[in-house]
């Protein structure tokens, strides 16, 4: 890891924008200053943040994880995605009131590494909070990759345009009650992804029962190497961010 990769940012931004991306989906855009410009030439876009949200009692901040959408050097500007899931997230709710001028305390590492590792095939599935990181990995694929990807959003209204230059198979799956549950168990196992033969990467990133099961699937009945999947829970059914992240990794 060299010096670049290992540095890490904390700096207040500035709301430029927002805008509904789609109606359970706020894009907040942060303007940045000369010096947050040079800092963030060196951090990739989907890449992951923290959140600093200062409490009015001068306690210590509360901290969310969320996904670096899009650095624009040129029109220096930050993108970050919400999910609109309610009131009761700190960060959700923040996102739904937020207007131009308001501030917040965002941290982040340096580095300039790919987000996902250079293969010939790839399935991509996650819930509506990855949506963000998941448009940026499609965003960085190069021609001539298979890409599979499954996306749970809320409605039919939530499907976004995705960007790619990789030949991509998309499917979309809805579900208005992700609090409640998800079927993107059963869906996945419906699909056909094999890893033989050819280079296959999974990244899997969604709410923490649906990594646990996928993760196990994948490992135990589909035999799959740990090396070639990514899977990360972004959030746990009843448990805030706030009560401590070691309760969302599976
Ligand atoms: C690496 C990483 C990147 C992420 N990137 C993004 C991103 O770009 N955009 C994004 O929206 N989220 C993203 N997430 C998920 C986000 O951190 C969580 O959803 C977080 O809990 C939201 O904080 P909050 O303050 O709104 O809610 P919290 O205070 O953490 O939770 C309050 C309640 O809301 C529930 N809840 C939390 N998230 C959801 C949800 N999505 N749907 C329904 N109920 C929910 C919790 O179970 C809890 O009961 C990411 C997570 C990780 C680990």
Redesign the pocket.
């Known amino acids: 890891m060299n010096e670049i990769e290992s540095k890490k940012i904390r700096s207040l931004f500035i709301v430029k924008s927002k805008r509904y991306l789609s109606p359970h ?1 706020i894009r907040i855009v942060f303007e940045m200053n000369e010096e947050q410009l040079v800092w963030l030439s060196n951090v990739r876009s989907g890449s ?1 943040n923290k959140l600093f949200f200062s409490s009015p009692s001068g306690e210590k901040p ?1 901290i ?4 670096n ?1 899009k650095i624009d050097l040129m029109a220096k500007e930050l993108s ?4 609109h ?2 009131e ?7 996102a739904t009131h937020a207007k131009a001028g308001d501030h917040l305390e965002i941290g982040m590492k340096q580095s300039l590494r790919p987000l996902v590792p250079l293969t010939d095939r790839y399935l991509l599935i996650g ?7 998941i448009s940026a990995i499609l965003e960085e694929l190069p021609a001539n990759t298979e890409v599979k990807a499954l996306i749970e959003v809320a409605t039919v209204e939530d499907e976004l345009e995705l960007y790619t230059d990789a030949d991509l198979d998309l499917k979309w799956i809805h579900n208005l009650h ?2 409640m549950g998800s079927d993107l168990v059963a869906q996945v196992k419906t699909l056909r992804f094999e890893n033989e033969h050819l280079n296959s990467y999974i990244y899997l ?1 969604a ?1 923490y029962t649906t990594v646990k099961n996928l993760r196990t699937y994948f490992r135990v009945d589909r035999e799959w190497n740990p090396k070639d999947m990514y899977a ?12 401590g ?1 070691d309760r ?1 990794n599976p």
């Open positions: 989906l992951n509360q969310r994880t969320y996904t959408r970050i995605d919400f999910v899931h309610g009761a997230g700190l960060a959700s709710a923040w819930d509506a909070t990855a949506l963000p990181v992700p609090e990133a709410e990360c829970s972004y959030w746990r059914i009843g448990v805030s961010e706030g009560d992240l969302l």
